[in-house]
């Protein structure tokens, strides 16, 4: 393990759920930072009381049109959260693109890297128009 992979830190995983031993599990270095994309994007802003302006906007485009401009308003707005929330990241692109058997689900790439190590990587969050 490289000595700055302590920046990538550790947490509780997501969803929360016990250990074997009885403790909460945790998630460490880049899970972390894959998990905290994760609920980066699946959290509405203002869904949190006490910090109204964390998340992503997306879940404002439930129900719009699949088409090209939902999707660069989607990618748009995943920027913005990314590289306001996760500072542990260089954020490399974001792609959105209709699921291949599923009209009403479009497809949220995210390549990334990770500052402390950098190792490249990439998630796909599902985003369901209905």
Known sequence: ?????????????????????????EAHQEESIRQAIWIILGTSRGERLMRPDFGCGIQDLVFSVNDATTSGLIADDVRQA?????????????????????????????????????????????????
């Open 1 to 25: 393990m490289m000595a700055n992979a302590n920046f990538l830190g550790s947490g509780w995983a997501f969803p929360v759920r016990a250990a074997l031993d009885s403790r909460i599990e």
């Open 82 to 130: 990314l590289l306001l929330w996760e500072p542990r990241i260089d954020l490399l692109d974001v792609q959105v693109s209709p699921a291949l058997d599923d009209a009403m689900t479009l497809l949220i790439r995210v390549d990334f890297r990770a500052r402390a190590t950098n190792s490249r990587f990439n998630l796909v969050y599902p985003f369901f128009l209905g």
